[in-house]
Each structure stands twice: as C-alpha cells, then as structure tokens.
C-alpha cells in the first residue's frame, strides 16, 4: 500500500482527486516561475506566484496529513518569504537549489500517481542558498 492508498482509506476519493489535479498543476508550473527568478521585470510576479504555490501545498498537504510534503513546503515558503523582501533577482545558487526542490515536488507527484511510498527528503535541500549577499 503506497501513498495514495493511504490518501484514499483516509479521505474522501473527491478530495484526494482534486488534490493530486492541482498539485500536478503546481508542480508542472514551477520552473518556468523558478527560471524567471533571474529577470528582474518578470521576479515580482514569479517570486509571489511560486509563494502562492508553495502556501497552497503546504496548506493542502497539511490537511492530508502528507506530513514530509508540508513541512519542505513550509521550509521553502519561509526562504520564498525572504526572497520576496530582498525583492531582486537571483543568482544561479538560489535557482538551482529551487529546481532541485521543484524535482523533489516532481518526484512526489510521480509517487503519488504511482502509489508508491512518498520518497524521502534528500538533505542537501535543506541546506539553503546564501541569501545573505542580497542584502
């Protein structure tokens, strides 16, 4: 029994369907919204949508109790929270610590679909960008 199974035995099947339609959705969307980090006429509205689609994760995963899925989610919100006061566009390091969490959010979407256990979190997302030389 994977992740979806345990989804369905604890919630309403229309719940979980709608869940894994816009989280396929938000997955998909992130990269270009990520890519467009780098350009400073398309940051204001990419860094406030890519916060919107974490918040909506987090928020969703949350209420399913996908507990590793909320919790990167809420990490990732509160450094896109950062980002969004520094408010210029980013380097390379930071882009790319975000494509590796959008394949993270991928990967999960993939287990999902395939009723598989959630794979786990790989540590080396955790350790952030230094958003220190923003400032």
Do not use: C
């Not at 809420?74 to 790319?96: A, F, G, Q, S």
């Amino acid at each position: 029994m994977g992740a979806r199974s345990d989804l369905d035995s604890n919630f309403d099947y229309e719940i979980i369907d709608e869940f894994l339609d816009h989280y396929a959705i938000m997955v998909d969307s992130m990269e270009i919204m990520i890519l467009d980090l780098s350009n400073q006429k398309r940051y204001e509205r990419s860094i406030n949508e890519l916060f919107r689609v974490f918040h909506n994760i987090k928020s969703a995963s949350g209420f399913l109790q996908i507990e590793q899925m909320s919790r990167l989610a809420t990490y990732v919100e509160e450094i896109l929270e950062e980002l969004r006061k520094i408010n210029k566009p980013v380097n390379d390091d930071v882009i790319n610590w975000l494509l590796k969490i959008s394949d993270m959010f991928a990967t999960w979407n993939d287990d999902l679909k395939a009723d598989n256990n959630l794979s786990h979190v790989k540590y080396t997302l955790l350790k952030t960008p230094d958003l220190e030389k923003y400032n």
